[in-house]
C-alpha cells in the first residue's frame, strides 16, 4: 500500500548563506495492507520529516513514494488533495482547525468531503467522541480551548473517522492517560485489522511492541557523507 | 448529483490562465502567470503589497484587459470574448467578494434588495420567490430574517461582509474571485466567515481564487497556493507544503517573518 524508494530530502535556506542541508538519502520501505510498521531512531534522525514526505507536506528531492497507485513524489497537488481525502489519514501531534468550529463538526470533517450525509457524519464523529471520552458537554465548544490531552484525543477521533486505506500516526499515545491509550491502541489494532496499513511513530515503548508489526530505524538512511 | 459526485464528474479545469501578463507603461503589473483551477479548488494566492495579486485578480475578472495571455474559462476563450459575452458570464457563473463591502454592495438598498438585485440580474421576476431565496441566504450566512429589510448601512463590518458573500453567491457562480474578505475584520468575525467559506465551498462545489496576506487564512481555506513577487510567481504548490516547505527564498522570508501566537 505504501513504497517508499531511493528516497532523498535536503534543505535549501536561502536565507542562510543558502546552505544546503540534506537530511535523507536513499530511504526505502514498504507497509502492507493490514500491516503496522513503527519508525524507530534518535529524535532529529528524520522520522517526522519521512512522514510529512509520505504526506505530501515536504517535497522529496529525488526517489519514489507510492500510496496505492499515486507517487507523492511526482503527484499534482490536486492527486495529493485527493489522497487525503479519499486514501491517506494523518495524525498529527498538533490539532489545526478553524477557530468557533465544534468539537463535533471538526471530527465529522472528513466524512462531510467525502460527501457523506451530515447526520452520519455526525453520528460516527458522536461515537468515536464518546469512545476518547470527551465529555458531550463539550461537543458543541471549539477544541481551541481544550486541554493538550483533549486536544490530542480530538485529533485521533478525526483521524480515525473515515476508514482511510493508509494512515500515518505521529505519537498518537503521546500526552494521553491509561485509558485513553488503551482506546488509542484499540482504535490502532481494529485498523489494522480492516486491512489498513499503517506507519507510525511510538516513543511509548510498550505501545509499540503490542502494535508494530515491524520497526524501521530511520538512522539508516541518514545521509553518510555529512556535508 | 452531490456537488461531490459533480466535481469527480469533471475532466477538464474550470479556470485555464496561460502567460497572463499585465504592464502600467513600464512597470510590470504581473508578468507571465500560469494556473489551472479545477472545479472545488480553491488558489490562494499571497504577496506583499505591490507584488501584484491584485492586478492579477482584477485580470482574471475582466475588471481590467491584459495585455498578453490567455484565460480559458470551460474552455471558452475570455479574452476573445466581446464585452457583453464577458459581462453575462459576470453576472451567471462568476462573482466577485471586495475588501470593503461597500464596492461590493449597494448601501443605499435593503439586505434583501441587495441579494434579490442579483437574482433579477439573471432573469428571475417573481417578487415571493425572489424574496424566498433572499430570506434563505440571509439565513446561510447568518444574518437574521427579522434584518431583511434593513440597509447595510445599519450593519457591523462582519454582517456587511457576510450580505456581500450572499449577495454573490445567491445566483449560484461556480466561480468566485475574492480580494482580502477577511481584511480589516476583527479575528472573531474573521473566524466564523472562514467556517462560512469553507461550507459553502464544499457543499456548493465552488472554485475559488482569493488574495490575501494572511498567511493563516490561507493555511485554512486554500488547497493550493501561488506566492508573487514583484508581479511573478515565484512559487505555488499545494498550500500546506509551500507554507512548511518553501523552496524559493522569498517565500521562505515570508513565512519566517509571521509572528507565532
Keep these: 500500500m505504501i513504497r517508499i524508494e531511493n528516497l532523498s530530502k535536503s534543505f535549501t535556506l536561502h536565507n542562510q548563506g543558502g546552505a544546503v542541508i540534506p537530511v535523507m538519502a536513499d530511504a526505502a520501505l514498504e507497509v502492507a495492507p493490514g500491516e503496522c510498521v513503527g519508525l524507530v531512531g534518535q529524535s532529529g534522525a528524520g522520522k517526522s520529516t519521512l512522514m510529512r514526505m509520505v504526506y505530501g507536506n515536504y517535497l522529496a528531492a529525488g526517489g519514489s513514494i507510492r500510496v496505492g497507485a499515486l507517487d507523492v513524489a511526482r503527484a499534482a497537488p490536486r492527486e495529493i488533495i485527493a489522497l487525503r481525502r479519499d486514501t491517506l489519514g494523518y495524525v498529527s501531534q498538533f490539532l489545526r482547525v478553524v477557530p468557533r468550529v465544534s468539537t463535533l463538526d471538526v471530527v465529522a470533517e472528513p466524512l462531510l468531503a467525502l460527501g457523506r450525509p451530515a447526520g452520519a457524519a455526525r453520528a460516527r464523529a458522536a461515537g468515536l467522541l464518546s469512545r476518547l471520552n470527551i465529555p458531550e458537554r463539550l461537543w458543541q465548544l471549539s477544541p481551541t480551548t481544550f486541554s493538550g490531552g483533549e486536544q490530542q484525543r480530538v485529533n485521533i477521533a478525526r483521524g480515525f473517522a473515515h476508514d482511510y486505506p493508509a494512515l500515518l500516526l505521529d505519537e498518537p499515545t503521546a500526552s494521553l492517560d491509561a485509558t485513553n491509550r488503551e482506546v488509542v491502541l484499540s482504535l490502532i489494532e481494529e485498523a489494522r485489522a480492516r486491512g489498513a496499513a499503517i506507519l507510525g511513530i511510538f516513543h511509548d515503548e510498550a505501545a509499540r511492541a503490542r502494535v508494530c508489526d515491524r520497526l524501521v530505524d530511520v538512522t539508516g538512511f541518514t545521509p553518510r557523507a555529512a556535508a | ?261
Design chain 2, 1 to 261: 448529483m452531490t456537488a461531490m459526485d459533480r466535481i469527480a464528474a469533471v475532466t477538464r479545469p474550470l479556470l485555464q490562465v496561460d502567460g497572463l501578463t499585465k504592464r502600467y507603461g513600464a512597470r510590470i503589473g504581473c508578468a507571465d502567470v500560469t494556473f489551472d483551477l479545477w472545479p472545488g479548488e480553491v488558489l490562494g494566492i499571497v504577496g506583499e503589497s505591490g507584488s501584484g495579486k491584485s492586478t492579477l485578480l482584477s485580470c482574471l475578472a475582466g475588471h481590467q484587459r491584459a495585455d498578453l495571455g490567455r484565460i480559458l474559462y470551460d474552455g471558452r476563450d475570455v479574452l476573445a470574448m466581446g464585452e457583453t459575452e464577458r459581462r453575462g458570464l459576470g453576472r451567471t457563473d462568476w462573482a466577485f467578494v471586495h475588501q470593503n463591502p461597500r464596492d461590493g454592495l449597494r448601501m443605499g438598498v435593503t439586505a434583501g434588495g441587495n441579494v434579490g438585485e442579483r437574482l433579477m440580474a439573471v432573469g428571475a421576476r417573481h417578487y415571493g420567490q425572489i424574496r424566498d431565496k433572499a430570506t434563505d441566504w440571509l439565513d446561510r450566512v447568518e444574518i437574521a430574517a427579522d434584518r431583511i429589510d434593513d440597509r447595510p448601512s445599519a450593519f457591523s463590518g462582519g454582517m456587511q461582509q457576510r450580505l456581500q458573500i450572499a449577495r454573490n453567491l445567491v445566483s449560484s457562480p461556480r466561480l468566485v474571485f475574492m480580494d482580502e474578505p477577511t481584511g480589516g475584520l476583527d479575528v472573531s468575525v474573521q473566524a466564523r466567515l472562514l467556517d462560512l467559506l469553507r461550507g459553502l465551498v464544499r457543499d456548493l462545489g465552488l472554485s475559488v481564487v482569493i488574495v490575501t496576506h494572511d498567511l493563516a487564512v490561507v493555511r485554512l481555506l486554500a488547497h493550493r497556493l501561488m506566492v508573487m513577487k514583484s508581479g511573478r510567481v515565484v512559487e505555488q504548490g499545494l498550500t500546506d507544503q509551500v507554507l512548511d516547505d518553501p523552496q524559493h527564498a522569498y517565500t521562505q522570508l515570508l513565512v519566517s517573518s509571521v509572528l507565532q501566537v
